[in-house]
T-cell receptor
Framework: GAGVSQSPSNKVTEKGKDVELRCDPI?????LYWYRQSLGQGLEFLIYFQGNSAPDKSGLPSDRFSAERTGGSVSTLTIQRTQQEDSAVYLCASSSNRGGGEAFFGQGTRLTVV | GQQLNQSPQSMFIQEGEDVSMNCTSSSIFNTWLWYKQDPGEGPVLLIALYKAGELTSNGRLTAQFGITRKDSFLNISASIPSDVGIYFC?????????FGAGTILRVKS
């Protein structure tokens, strides 16, 4: 597609349920990032994928968080047993340059855990 | 936590005024990027800087990559109401883009 696409745009879930957030990066971009943004806060790095290399998972806040990237394209961020503190906007970005460079963001998924 | 110090945290300015914000770090970055985020949207890339000392302009925006590679600034000239938003700096270190906490820009019309 023309830009990074994320779905759903909004998700309300009950505490304890699992959620999956999807990211479709720009076609041909080898690098993909997930960030979390709490209300009024900056961007917290979660995970980074680059081609077929092992992902950098150093930003995942707990073992309830996991992410996959299938076929080097679409990525899914999964949060298990959601907690209220997981409520935030989850942003995905992709880049054609190795290790950063010009990363382009999707519009994000606003997750609300009630 | 954040590894870039971005300032100011927020600012009100009069329409037509020039704006300046900056980011500093104790570590070296290879790339500096500046993004703007509007409410309900993802950050949009404004300017990318790849060389120490580089000065780049994009319309009313000007950004510089500090000589020490540990800082960058963004200037906005002749601000207008649509400049309202949150501005983020980002530095590339290894595989990560590290973001500043953001500068909230509010314009008095």
């Amino acid at each position: 597609g023309a830009g990074v696409s994320q779905s759903p745009s909004n998700k309300v879930t009950e505490k304890g349920k699992d959620v999956e957030l999807r990211c479709d990066p720009i076609s041909g971009h080898t690098a993909l990032y997930w960030y979390r943004q709490s209300l009024g806060q900056g961007l917290e790095f979660l995970i980074y994928f680059q081609g077929n290399s092992a992902p950098d998972k150093s930003g995942l806040p707990s073992d309830r968080f996991s992410a996959e990237r299938t076929g080097g394209s679409v990525s899914t961020l999964t949060i298990q047993r959601t907690q209220q503190e997981d409520s935030a906007v989850y942003l995905c970005a992709s880049s054609s340059n190795r290790g950063g460079g010009e990363a382009f963001f999707g519009q994000g998924t606003r997750l609300t855990v009630v | 936590g954040q590894q870039l110090n971005q300032s100011p945290q927020s600012m009100f300015i009069q329409e037509g005024e020039d704006v300046s914000m900056n980011c500093t770090s104790s570590s070296i970055f290879n790339t500096w990027l500046w993004y703007k985020q509007d409410p309900g949207e993802g950050p949009v890339l404004l300017i990318a800087l790849y060389k120490a000392g580089e000065l780049t302009s994009n319309g009313r925006l000007t950004a510089q990559f500090g000589i020490t590679r540990k800082d960058s600034f963004l200037n906005i000239s002749a601000s207008i109401p649509s400049d309202v938003g949150i501005y983020f700096c980002a530095g590339q270190r290894g595989n990560k883009l590290v973001f500043g906490a953001g500068t909230i820009l509010r314009v008095k019309s």
